[in-house]
């Protein structure tokens, strides 16, 4: 996954909106986008902003909104 094993720490949750409601017996399908990224002083590591959304099976967005990680950079391999 995007975030798996790179996630240094978990910083905030903004504008969490919930949109629609979440049966029993819905598949919840998770879609990730990275909106912004920046660079701190580590070298190591990034602080990467998310947009994130819950969507059911019939593709409605039940919640959305974005998350801040700090994340480990990986390293490049060389060719």
Same mark, same amino acid.
């Given at each position: 996954?995007?975030?798996?094993? #790179? #996630?240094?720490?978990?910083?905030?949750?903004? $504008?969490?909106?919930?949109?629609?409601?979440?049966?029993? @017996?819905?598949?919840?399908?998770?879609?990730?986008?990275?909106?912004?990224?920046?660079? #701190? $002083?580590?070298?190591?590591? @990034?602080?990467?902003?998310? @947009?994130? $959304?819950?969507?059911?099976?019939?593709?409605?967005?039940? /919640?959305?909104? /974005?998350? #801040?990680?700090?994340?480990?950079?990986?390293?490049? $391999?060389?060719?």
């Amino acid at each position: 996954g995007l975030i798996e094993g #790179t #996630t240094a720490s978990f910083l905030d949750i903004t $504008s969490w909106r919930f949109k629609g409601p979440i049966k029993i @017996g819905d598949t919840m399908v998770g879609r990730i986008k990275v909106i912004n990224k920046r660079e #701190t $002083s580590s070298p190591e590591r @990034g602080v990467v902003i998310l @947009g994130v $959304s819950l969507l059911n099976q019939r593709g409605g967005v039940a /919640q959305e909104g /974005q998350f #801040t990680v700090m994340m480990i950079k990986e390293a490049k $391999s060389e060719l």
